[in-house]
């Protein structure tokens, strides 16, 4: 990226007024549908919520664009113009509940306050060159990989009908098929793909930059990646490869979708979030409060098709609840309160509780009824100087006292 380009920080899911030009504007819609097209983008191919494009950019006047990335983090960049997209909640307390989800590894204290004031793209870039680094000092492992060539001389499996062929064309060789004991492995592949993505993002930080061709240099001898790589589950003797590979495979999902709309390539570095801050909260929720048997479970809408899927069943279905990403004042939000009395009338629950974030501590919605179904709201209290594990401790306490 030119260093004349503009740099804006937006935050996510909400809406910003930013002066555009049409090639740059057409580019961020484009980009947009791209995304909400990818079932890789959503998780699953079945899902019904999804937006018709992850950036909205609509005209706002006299050359102005109101500009929306919905739900993730990182970085759109284009020749002219780079935008940065931050959380809405602190980026201290999004990667502690990403790292909770089992999405993200852990990332040590004293590295986390070190990083701290980065934003969260750079952050992982940075994280994914370290722990890389640590592997090439460890030194990369080699492995069977099964290889199919034309041979001088017969090795492995040979298929004879090929052979015959090849024979008829006038030339003596075998078509073999054969295990190679080499580097070109499954989880080298995904550090090689993950490091050239670094290599070629559009960041200024040129340290982080040479620090990544150097180690990518390292793998002169590893192809391109294949799609079965992104399924390889780390084994015993590659345990140390462990961290590296969950990085490496955010870097490959999330670098590199470039498209071309106009005069404007587009590079984007994106990671959609709500669903890892779900499974993060479940996941923390359950360690901090095993009394309350709290888990996911769908009901089915019998004889349809339909289901409910809260987010958080207590004690079997004595109550419901459903976390919802987004920072809420002291009033609730019709859709919420409608799709949480859904959930606890379909399981005939007497109360469902809301989590959500809220910017002070002590703010929280307040307790309302309707009909039967008796409605809370706990509070993830999302301050820059708070630490995440009292944000925790404090929602733990409050669902406690709810639910006892």
């Known amino acids: 990226m030119a260093l004349e380009a503009r740099h804006i920080t937006l935050i996510e899911s909400q809406d910003s007024i930013l002066d555009l030009s049409d090639d740059e504007a057409a580019a961020l819609q484009a980009v947009g549908k791209d995304l909400a097209g990818k079932r890789e983008w959503w998780g699953s191919a079945d899902d019904t919520a999804r937006e018709a494009s992850v950036v909205i950019c609509t005209p706002f006047n006299n050359g102005r664009w109101r500009v929306r990335v919905s739900d993730a983090v990182g970085i759109i960049g284009f020749s002219t113009l780079q935008l940065t997209i931050e959380p809405k909640i602190p980026t201290a307390h999004l990667l502690f509940l990403l790292q ?4 993200f590894p852990r990332l040590a204290p004293q590295r986390a306050v070190a990083m701290g004031d980065r934003f969260l793209w750079e952050l992982i870039l940075q994280w994914y060159v370290t722990e890389l680094e640590t592997v090439l000092r460890r030194g990369l492992l080699r492995d069977y990989e099964e290889s199919h ?21 006038g030339q003596l ?10 580097f070109d492995s499954p989880p080298n592949r995904l550090l090689a793909t993950a490091a050239r993505a670094v290599v070629g993002f559009p960041t200024h930080n040129v340290l982080l930059r040479r620090r990544a061709k ?19 589950q780390t084994e015993r003797r590659a345990g140390y490869y462990a961290t590296a590979t969950i990085l490496a495979r955010h870097i490959i999902k999330s670098v590199g979708r470039t498209i071309l709309q106009g005069r404007e390539p587009v590079t984007t570095f994106l990671i959609r979030t709500p669903e890892m801050v779900e499974a993060g909260l479940r996941t923390l929720l359950q360690k901090a409060l095993p009394e309350t048997g709290i888990e996911k479970r769908g009901l089915q809408l019998k ?16 109550s419901v609840g459903d976390v919802k990403y987004k920072v809420l004042g002291t009033e609730w939000q019709r859709p919420d309160l409608y799709q949480l009395v859904a959930f606890a009338t379909g399981f005939r629950a007497n109360m469902g509780v809301l989590v959500h974030f809220a910017r002070e501590r002590g703010e929280q919605l307040p307790s309302v ?16 100087d708070l630490d995440p594990t009292v944000a925790l401790g404090d929602l733990a306490d409050r669902l406690r006292s709810i639910l006892v």
Do not use: I
Not at 303 to 318: A, C, I, K, R
């Open 100 to 103: 909770a989800s089992g999405e």
């Open 149 to 169: 060539d034309l041979l001088p001389v017969v090795r492995g499996s040979v298929d004879p009908v090929e052979t015959g062929r090849v024979y008829y064309r």
């Open 173 to 182: 060789a075998f078509d073999c098929v054969f295990d190679e004991f080499d």
């Open 214 to 232: 150097r180690a990518f240099s390292r793998f002169e001898d590893v192809s391109e990646l294949r799609t079965s790589d992104l399924r390889w």
């Open 303 to 318: 004889p349809s098709t339909m289901t409910l899927n809260p987010d958080l069943v207590f004690n079997s279905g004595e």
């Open 369 to 384: 009824k309707v009909g039967h179904v008796q409605l809370h709201a706990a509070s993830w209290f999302a301050q820059d």
